[in-house]
């Protein structure tokens, strides 16, 4: 008797094991059902695609801790509940496949950024979309048709009183012990798929709570770099994440609002009528042939600088290796060490504007597109926000190009149109340009025309034997990109030629392509910094380009500009050197952090990502200075 009451109670204990599937069961089947189909219906339908490693043991995990929930909860409630988390399910994951089949791409924080800034017409313009024949014959009617299945059979199983998702199972004839031949056998294998889910699973887990704790979308995105980053396999987690996303952002972007009233100008004396920057992308000082690299990817730059009009830098460094971080540290007047955030501060065109510039901003990269993976997102939500892009530009590009000759063409259109609309007698308002490429950023391959391409994999053949034909060939690339992105300055430089113009250009950060016998391609996030990974993707090639009327009308700015290129500088403090070049006078610039300055604090540490000191780091390495 005692022991026939022991294998009762085990029966009972491990019986509750089993109990979050057996009264939830159509919920668990329908959502797993739904969760391996979303996965299927957006698997890219490239080579070397495949679904999540660990797709259905996650997807078991995660379903069986939403029963157990449920579990808990009183039936009459539950039924409720389930309801509702069905029809977000379904909503979700039928608008996932929508963005994957129209966009290709999931679910990602800049399309939920766009659909918060649609208006009433552009909202039924897309549900007439959303609701067209053409939609309706999609991948998404298996979501659709999933959904109304499991409708039907809930709707049968209320209808003849099924008794199978209740939790207390009736046995319909009796047999000895039925909780150990029922109970017993049901909850040994859940408890083998538990362990199994949890054993495989746990790192992304893991990793999936330390994306979704993070405290800023800088730190998001710089999560995202790590090898071990989170896998959000199914569509609620990547919705979630998106208005997560959405959420930090926003954060920043109202304290960069607020930031606009104290964008003050005390007074400009238009010291540069035209200022041109341009922002190159991915270009490391180690391929330019400027600064002695022995394949001719710069001779028109070179061209210039002989010159005597192209004034090169020999010390410069960004002080991050990603665009995102880049741009925010580059367009705020918070620099490096200062208290604060980037986000705490003013970003410098709105002073431009306050001080009576015309504003251009030209950029083949940060337009709000709804596929955009979470770098783009994070480096142009600022720049996108109607509010803040109105407070820094009058004029700026409506679509991305191909190639970046794209954004010559835009800037020639503007030109066009200003000409025309201008009176006899108007005073021209100076002028602030900034051209933002995509310059060598990957891939490579298409960041030249065909017809420019110029260098070949043979070709380095002899100079990298070490090198397989497959690297070779990313390497000619990478050239032939740093080739074509010469010539895209130097008709930029041509467009200024008879202005009174000063051109500034750097690339944001430097590109690693298989230098000395590191094997490394683009770049490595990593918070261990060493030296070689700070001389090849922080250092970068910087220059300054003055038109003969400017060299004529500033020779005091031409000078000075001359004297500071053996200084040492950190891209997040050029601002700083921009509003001198203007005569913008404001509370916020200092002229420590202005190289052109007699005032300039050169001994300013350069920290790279908030960490490593990149001239102690050189100093080590090297064993001095430089």
């Given at each position: 008797?005692?022991?026939?009451?022991?294998?009762?109670?085990?029966?009972?204990?491990?019986?509750?094991?089993?109990?979050?599937?057996?009264?939830?069961?159509?919920?668990?089947?329908?959502?797993?059902?739904?969760g391996v189909v979303c996965a299927w219906l957006t698997l890219p339908n490239t080579r070397g695609a495949k679904l999540y490693?660990?797709?259905?043991?996650?997807?078991?995990?995660?379903?069986?801790?939403?029963?157990?929930?449920?579990?808990?909860?009183?039936?009459?409630?539950?039924?409720?509940?389930?309801?509702?988390?069905?029809?977000?399910?379904?909503?979700?994951?039928?608008?996932?496949?929508?963005?994957?089949?129209?966009?290709?791409?999931?679910?990602?924080?800049?399309?939920?950024?766009?659909?918060?800034?649609?208006?009433?017409?552009?909202?039924?313009?897309?549900?007439?979309?959303?609701?067209?024949?053409?939609?309706?014959?999609?991948?998404?009617?298996?979501?659709?048709?999933?959904?109304?299945?499991?409708?039907?059979?809930?709707?049968?199983?209320?209808?003849?009183?099924?008794?199978?998702?209740?939790?207390?199972?009736?046995?319909?004839?009796?047999?000895?012990?039925?909780?150990?031949?029922?109970?017993?056998?049901?909850?040994?294998?859940?408890?083998?798929?538990?362990?199994?889910?949890?054993?495989?699973?746990?790192?992304?887990?893991?990793?999936?709570?330390?994306?979704?704790?993070?405290?800023?979308?800088?730190?998001?995105?710089?999560?995202?770099?790590?090898?071990?980053?989170?896998?959000?396999?199914?569509?609620?987690?990547?919705?979630?994440?998106?208005?997560?996303?959405?959420?930090?952002?926003?954060?920043?972007?109202?304290?960069?609002?607020?930031?606009?009233?104290?964008?003050?100008?005390?007074?400009?004396?238009?010291?540069?009528?035209?200022?041109?920057?341009?922002?190159?992308?991915?270009?490391?000082?180690?391929?330019?042939?400027?600064?002695?690299?022995?394949?001719?990817?710069?001779?028109?730059?070179?061209?210039?600088?002989?010159?005597?009009?192209?004034?090169?830098?020999?010390?410069?460094?960004?002080?991050?290796?990603?665009?995102?971080f880049v741009f925010k540290n580059l367009f705020s007047m918070h620099v490096v060490g200062e208290q604060g955030e980037w986000?705490?501060?003013?970003?410098?065109?709105?002073?431009?504007?306050?001080?009576?510039?015309?504003?251009?901003?030209?950029?083949?990269?940060?337009?709000?597109?709804?596929?955009?993976?979470?770098?783009?997102?994070?480096?142009?939500?600022?720049?996108?926000?109607?509010?803040?892009?109105?407070?820094?530009?009058?004029?700026?590009?409506?679509?991305?190009?191909?190639?970046?000759?794209?954004?010559?063409?835009?800037?020639?259109?503007?030109?066009?149109?200003?000409?025309?609309?201008?009176?006899?007698?108007?005073?021209?308002?100076?002028?602030?340009?900034?051209?933002?490429?995509?310059?060598?950023?990957?891939?490579?391959?298409?960041?030249?025309?065909?017809?420019?391409?110029?260098?070949?994999?043979?070709?380095?053949?002899?100079?990298?034997?070490?090198?397989?034909?497959?690297?070779?060939?990313?390497?000619?690339?990478?050239?032939?990109?740093?080739?074509?992105?010469?010539?895209?300055?130097?008709?930029?430089?041509?467009?200024?030629?008879?202005?009174?113009?000063?051109?500034?250009?750097?690339?944001?950060?430097?590109?690693?392509?298989?230098?000395?016998?590191?094997?490394?391609?683009?770049?490595?996030?990593?918070?261990?910094?060493?030296?070689?990974?700070?001389?090849?993707?922080?250092?970068?090639?910087?220059?300054?380009?003055?038109?003969?009327?400017?060299?004529?009308?500033?020779?005091?700015?031409?000078?000075?500009?001359?004297?500071?290129?053996?200084?040492?500088?950190?891209?997040?403090?050029?601002?700083?050197?921009?509003?001198?070049?203007?005569?913008?006078?404001?509370?916020?610039?200092?002229?420590?952090?202005?190289?052109?300055?007699?005032?300039?604090?050169?001994?300013?540490?350069?920290?790279?990502?908030?960490?490593?000191?990149?001239?102690?780091l050189r100093t080590e390495k090297l064993g001095t200075k430089k």
């Amino acid at each position: 008797m005692k022991s026939e009451e022991i294998r009762k109670g085990i029966g009972k204990v491990l019986g509750l094991v089993s109990v979050p599937l057996r009264c939830n069961a159509m919920f668990f089947v329908f959502m797993y059902a739904l969760g391996v189909v979303c996965a299927w219906l957006t698997l890219p339908n490239t080579r070397g695609a495949k679904l999540y490693d660990h797709l259905y043991w996650e997807l078991f995990l995660d379903l069986y801790v939403v029963c157990a929930v449920l579990a808990v909860i009183p039936s009459r409630v539950r039924r409720w509940v389930k309801v509702v988390m069905c029809v977000f399910a379904y909503f979700v994951t039928f608008a996932d496949v929508y963005c994957f089949e129209k966009f290709g791409s999931t679910l990602t924080p800049s399309m939920l950024m766009l659909v918060g800034e649609t208006d009433a017409r552009e909202a039924s313009e897309f549900v007439r979309l959303f609701l067209s024949a053409e939609m309706l014959a999609g991948n998404a009617m298996w979501i659709l048709g999933l959904a109304l299945l499991h409708m039907g059979c809930g709707v049968w199983s209320v209808k003849y009183g099924m008794r199978s998702v209740k939790c207390r199972m009736k046995i319909p004839f009796r047999i000895p012990h039925p909780s150990l031949f029922i109970h017993v056998p049901l909850a040994l294998v859940v408890v083998y798929l538990l362990y199994t889910s949890v054993e495989e699973c746990w790192d992304n887990k893991r990793a999936t709570w330390r994306l979704m704790t993070q405290k800023t979308i800088g730190a998001v995105e710089h999560d995202l770099t790590r090898p071990d980053k989170a896998i959000l396999y199914a569509s609620p987690y990547r919705f979630v994440f998106s208005v997560y996303s959405n959420v930090l952002a926003a954060q920043q972007i109202d304290q960069l609002i607020a930031t606009i009233d104290r964008a003050v100008v005390d007074s400009c004396s238009v010291r540069s009528p035209h200022i041109v920057f341009i922002i190159g992308e991915s270009f490391g000082k180690h391929h330019s042939q400027q600064y002695g690299y022995t394949v001719p990817t710069t001779p028109r730059q070179i061209a210039r600088e002989k010159t005597g009009q192209l004034v090169k830098f020999s010390d410069v460094i960004a002080p991050w290796n990603l665009t995102s971080f880049v741009f925010k540290n580059l367009f705020s007047m918070h620099v490096v060490g200062e208290q604060g955030e980037w986000c705490d501060y003013p970003l410098f065109p709105e002073l431009f504007r306050k001080a009576g510039y015309e504003v251009t901003f030209l950029t083949n990269q940060f337009l709000p597109k709804a596929k955009e993976a979470v770098y783009d997102f994070s480096g142009g939500f600022f720049l996108n926000n109607p509010t803040l892009s109105q407070a820094m530009f009058d004029i700026r590009n409506e679509q991305t190009h191909l190639f970046d000759e794209g954004l010559l063409s835009d800037y020639d259109k503007i030109q066009e149109a200003r000409n025309e609309g201008q009176k006899v007698g108007d005073e021209e308002r100076p002028t602030l340009t900034i051209f933002h490429l995509l310059g060598q950023h990957t891939a490579y391959n298409i960041r030249c025309p065909k017809s420019k391409k110029h260098f070949r994999p043979e070709d380095y053949v002899k100079s990298r034997p070490e090198l397989t034909p497959r690297q070779r060939r990313f390497l000619s690339d990478y050239d032939n990109a740093c080739l074509y992105n010469d010539s895209i300055v130097d008709q930029i430089c041509r467009r200024f030629e008879q202005e009174d113009a000063i051109v500034i250009y750097m690339p944001d950060h430097g590109e690693e392509c298989y230098e000395g016998t590191r094997g490394i391609l683009c770049r490595r996030h990593t918070q261990q910094i060493d030296y070689d990974l700070a001389h090849f993707e922080f250092e970068i090639p910087f220059w300054i380009w003055c038109s003969g009327k400017y060299i004529e009308n500033h020779p005091d700015l031409f000078e000075q500009v001359k004297a500071a290129k053996d200084r040492r500088l950190m891209t997040d403090a050029l601002p700083h050197m921009l509003l001198y070049l203007a005569g913008i006078a404001a509370p916020t610039y200092h002229p420590e952090y202005n190289i052109l300055s007699p005032d300039y604090y050169e001994l300013r540490p350069r920290i790279l990502q908030d960490g490593a000191d990149y001239d102690k780091l050189r100093t080590e390495k090297l064993g001095t200075k430089k």
